[in-house]
């Protein structure tokens, strides 16, 4: 039987439904049991937060309304507890200083088995 | 405008950065399609958009599946993606392997054309801002089904374009033998923009 307080909760936040399709499936096919929530754009993630208290964040940085960057910021501000990776196609240095900055993780897209690989292996590390 | 309108050496580094900024961006497509991707040499070109031949860009026949996306700030651009729209269907069909069934398929045609678009411009324009040391923000990508003339029409066309920089390049899937075209298209304040850019860079670099 699970222990239901193994169970994490998994925020995914992206403008893009394919994008979130797939994280969702790499995510799921690793931790069949984790419950995904998804959010469409920055302000749904703030609002998200306080309703659904999620252990991990992916955010993604380019989306209409606040980007994925603030949206980070806010909700780190408040609750730093969350584990936060930053997943984008934009893989400017600056995103990266930025994300490093917040204390999150920087994941460039596409989504395929290894990027998400790469924001799991941050959600279960150390810290 | 002559082409002269960048120097032999600035018209190097660019190639040059542009080189590398496709490399990243096939790199991507390559992780998105898990298949080699082979590239032809760059090309700059600079035009009156009078003195632009339609055949003479004639790259694609037939409806072709285009992405573009308008980048800001230290560097001003449009950029398209294009592919044939039969291939732009077998890469999608690559990325989202079993994650959606047949029936759901096109529905996500737009949406997954977005996102590929998306990886594989900003990959480009961040690689190649990152080394001219600036920084940029990009629109959200439009996709849409075209034809290559009303596309270039379009561009030529546009009142604020009194001159066009075609960056170019051809990126081939080896497995599909697709073939996609990557086009940047600049304005005269941008390109003024990169002039000074470049130059910053090949002060460092010497």
Same mark, same amino acid.
């Given at each position: 039987?699970?222990?239901?307080?193994?169970?994490?909760?998994?925020?995914?936040?992206?403008?893009?439904?394919?994008?979130?399709?797939?994280?969702?499936?790499?995510?799921?096919?690793?931790?069949? @049991?984790?419950?995904?929530?998804?959010?469409?754009?920055?302000? &749904? *993630?703030?609002?998200?937060? !306080? %309703?659904?208290?999620?252990?991990?964040?992916?955010? @993604?940085?380019?989306?209409?309304?606040?980007?994925?960057?603030? &949206? *980070?910021?806010?909700?780190? !501000? %408040?609750?730093?507890?969350?584990?936060?990776?930053?997943?984008?196609?934009?893989?400017?240095?600056?995103?990266?200083?930025? *994300?490093?900055?917040?204390?999150? %993780?920087?994941?460039?897209?596409?989504?395929?088995?290894?990027?998400?690989?790469?924001?799991?292996?941050?959600?279960?590390?150390?810290? | 405008?002559?082409?002269?309108?960048?120097?032999?050496?600035?018209?190097?580094?660019?190639?040059?950065?542009?080189?590398?900024?496709?490399?990243?961006?096939?790199?991507?497509?390559?992780?998105?399609?898990?298949?080699?991707?082979?590239?032809?040499?760059?090309?700059?070109?600079?035009?009156?958009?009078?003195?632009?031949?339609?055949?003479?860009?004639?790259?694609?026949?037939?409806?072709?599946?285009?992405?573009?996306?308008?980048?800001?700030?230290?560097?001003?651009?449009?950029?398209?993606?294009?592919?044939?729209?039969?291939?732009?269907?077998?890469?999608?069909?690559?990325?989202?392997?079993?994650?959606?069934?047949?029936?759901?398929?096109?529905?996500?045609?737009?949406?997954?054309?977005?996102?590929?678009?998306?990886?594989?411009?900003?990959?480009?324009?961040?690689?190649?801002?990152?080394?001219?040391?600036?920084?940029?923000?990009?629109?959200?990508?439009?996709?849409?089904?075209?034809?290559?003339?009303?596309?270039?029409?379009?561009?030529?066309?546009?009142?604020?374009?009194?001159?066009?920089?075609?960056?170019?390049?051809?990126?081939?899937?080896?497995?599909?033998?697709?073939?996609?075209?990557?086009?940047?298209?600049?304005?005269?304040?941008?390109?003024?923009?990169?002039?000074?850019?470049?130059?910053?860079?090949?002060?460092?670099?010497?």
């Amino acid at each position: 039987m699970t222990d239901t307080s193994d169970i994490r909760t998994l925020l995914i936040t992206d403008d893009s439904r394919v994008a979130r399709l797939m994280i969702r499936a790499f995510v799921l096919a690793k931790h069949h @049991d984790w419950v995904i929530i998804e959010a469409d754009s920055g302000n &749904a *993630a703030l609002e998200s937060v !306080e %309703k659904d208290h999620p252990h991990y964040c992916t955010m @993604d940085i380019n989306m209409p309304g606040i980007n994925g960057t603030e &949206a *980070a910021r806010q909700i780190l !501000e %408040k609750y730093p507890a969350i584990k936060m990776v930053l997943f984008s196609a934009n893989i400017q240095e600056s995103n990266k200083s930025r *994300a490093a900055q917040l204390g999150a %993780k920087f994941v460039a897209k596409p989504v395929t088995e290894n990027s998400v690989a790469q924001a799991l292996a941050f959600f279960e590390g150390p810290g | 405008m002559p082409l002269s309108a960048l120097s032999d050496l600035q018209k190097d580094a660019l190639t040059e950065l542009f080189n590398i900024g496709v490399s990243r961006a096939a790199a991507c497509l390559s992780e998105i399609v898990a298949d080699e991707i082979l590239l032809s040499a760059p090309k700059i070109e600079l035009f009156h958009p009078s003195a632009v031949s339609v055949d003479e860009f004639m790259v694609f026949d037939g409806p072709i599946g285009s992405v573009t996306q308008r980048f800001t700030g230290g560097i001003e651009t449009e950029v398209l993606l294009l592919f044939p729209e039969k291939q732009a269907l077998e890469i999608i069909h690559d990325m989202l392997g079993n994650t959606v069934s047949l029936s759901e398929f096109t529905e996500f045609e737009q949406e997954a054309m977005c996102e590929i678009g998306n990886v594989i411009l900003n990959a480009c324009v961040a690689t190649m801002a990152d080394l001219l040391g600036v920084d940029f923000e990009s629109s959200m990508p439009i996709y849409a089904i075209e034809n290559f003339t009303t596309i270039l029409h379009r561009a030529i066309h546009n009142p604020g374009q009194p001159l066009l920089l075609l960056l170019h390049i051809n990126m081939i899937i080896e497995r599909h033998q697709s073939q996609g075209y990557l086009m940047f298209l600049m304005t005269i304040p941008s390109l003024n923009a990169l002039r000074a850019h470049l130059d910053r860079f090949l002060e460092n670099i010497r």
